[in-house]
Structure formats: structure tokens, C-alpha cells
């Protein structure tokens, strides 16, 4: 299976909105029930903000949310703060214990 | 608190050998599949594969299977990546990862492997 589709990079001042698309193949369409999202700050591990498209871990600000249609799932995230600047990962699961990866998105915080 | 901690950064030669390794705290280690995820410097996450400590169950990507070993030790709650022979393409940042239903809840620190002659 081919890897996700995202933008490379996104931006958006302080306090705006943005989104981040992630895009499949119609092979995936079945699979995006359980997509996930991950964070990923300069020299750090990834950190999971979304999960099964919409739900969000305990901790994590209400200002991150996920969405799905169809083939595709966004992240969007509200009330853009410096700290939110970072790599952004779709991940798609597989099944048979498997996961598939977006490209990843650099978000820049004007 | 579940905890993935990552042995260090290792340096190797072309065609030598490496062993990392993943130790899990905080949960039942033998019950949770972990995942290992490749990301070359300034790219993406790749996903290598995953095993299942209870009874080493491995299932690994068709891009890597092959090229690497995963395994793992209960005693010892910690996951094993190996390389017999590395390459120069190998070098990147290796991070595991438990797989909780559908996602990846928790990661660890991330292993540098430079392969340099």
C-alpha cells in the first residue's frame, strides 16, 4: 500500500485556524475509521494527539481536532500558538497489525 | 505510566552488525504489540513493522523484511531491531512504539543509526 498524501508544508498566524489534509487511495477508504495523528516537535519522538479519526487522548488541548469524509481525514487545529509549530503525521491503520504513514506536514506559526 | 525508553546512538561501519533495543514499563509488556518506525533525517515516518512479545509474533513491512530482525524478551520487558549487515541507506532515526488498538500511544525516545565508513 502507498503512503498517505498530505501537504508538505502549512501555515497560519497566531490565533488563526489551519487544517491538514490527509488523502488515500480507495483501497484505503475502509481503513479510515482509524486514522490517528501525530506530533512531532523539532529533535523529539512523535506524541499522539488524534485518534480513530476524531477521539483526542486525555491531556491533549481541545484546540487539536480530526475529522473524516470519504477517503480523506483532516487535522485541524484551532487558536494557532507558537508551541504548535512542528511535523504533523496522518497514520492510517491496516490491519493485521499494520499501519500506513503520510508524507508528514511542517506547520510554521507566522 | 507507560514508558518506551531506547538504548543510544551507535555508530557503525558498512557491513557491521547492531542490536537496539526498546524497554517497556508501566503495563503488561508481553500483552501489547510493538511497532518500529524508521525516519530518515528531514523525512517521513516508515513504518518497519511490529511483534508481539508474548509469543514473538513478528510481522514485518515488505520493504524491510529481510533487512532487518525484530525480537523480543519478556524477562526483560524489551523489544529487539538488529541489522547483520548495515548499510550507508541505513542511517536514520528508529523510534518503537506500542500499538494500542488502532494507534500508536506511545513511543520511545528514538535510536540514531549513523553508518559512515
Known amino acids: 500500500q502507498s503512503a498517505l498524501t498530505q501537504p508538505a508544508s502549512v501555515s497560519g498566524s497566531l490565533g488563526q485556524s489551519i487544517t491538514i489534509s490527509c488523502t488515500g487511495s480507495s483501497n484505503d477508504a475502509g481503513s479510515y475509521k482509524f486514522v490517528s495523528w501525530y506530533q512531532q516537535l523539532p529533535g523529539k519522538a512523535p506524541k499522539l494527539i488524534i485518534y480513530?479519526?476524531?477521539k483526542r487522548p486525555s491531556g491533549v488541548s481541545d484546540r487539536f481536532s480530526g475529522s473524516r469524509s470519504g477517503t480523506s481525514a483532516s487535522l485541524i487545529i484551532s487558536g494557532l500558538q507558537a508551541e504548535d509549530e512542528a511535523n504533523y503525521h496522518c497514520?492510517?491503520?491496516?490491519?493485521?497489525?499494520?499501519?500506513?504513514f503520510g508524507g508528514g506536514t511542517r506547520l510554521t506559526v507566522l | 505510566e507507560v514508558q518506551l525508553v531506547q538504548s543510544g546512538a551507535e555508530m557503525k561501519k558498512p557491513g557491521e552488525s547492531v542490536k537496539i533495543s526498546c524497554e517497556g514499563s508501566?503495563?503488561?509488556?508481553?500483552?501489547?504489540?510493538i511497532g518500529w518506525v524508521r525516519q530518515v533525517p528531514g523525512k517521513g515516518l516508515e513504518w518497519m513493522g511490529i511483534i508481539y512479545p508474548g509469543d514473538s509474533d513478528t510481522k514485518y513491512s515488505p520493504s524491510f523484511e529481510g533487512q532487518v530482525t525484530m525480537s523480543a524478551d519478556t524477562s526483560s520487558n524489551t523489544a529487539y531491531l538488529q541489522w547483520q549487515s548495515l548499510k550507508t541507506s541505513d542511517t536514520a532515526m528508529y523510534f518503537c512504539?506500542?500499538?494500542?488498538?488502532?494507534?500508536?500511544?506511545?513511543w520511545g525516545q528514538g535510536t540514531l543509526v549513523t553508518v559512515s565508513s
Open positions: 512504539a506500542r500499538l494500542y488498538g488502532s494507534q500508536l500511544d506511545s
Open positions: 508501566g503495563y503488561t509488556f508481553r500483552n501489547f504489540w
Open positions: 480513530e479519526s476524531t
Open positions: 497514520c492510517s491503520y491496516a490491519g493485521t497489525h499494520s499501519v500506513i
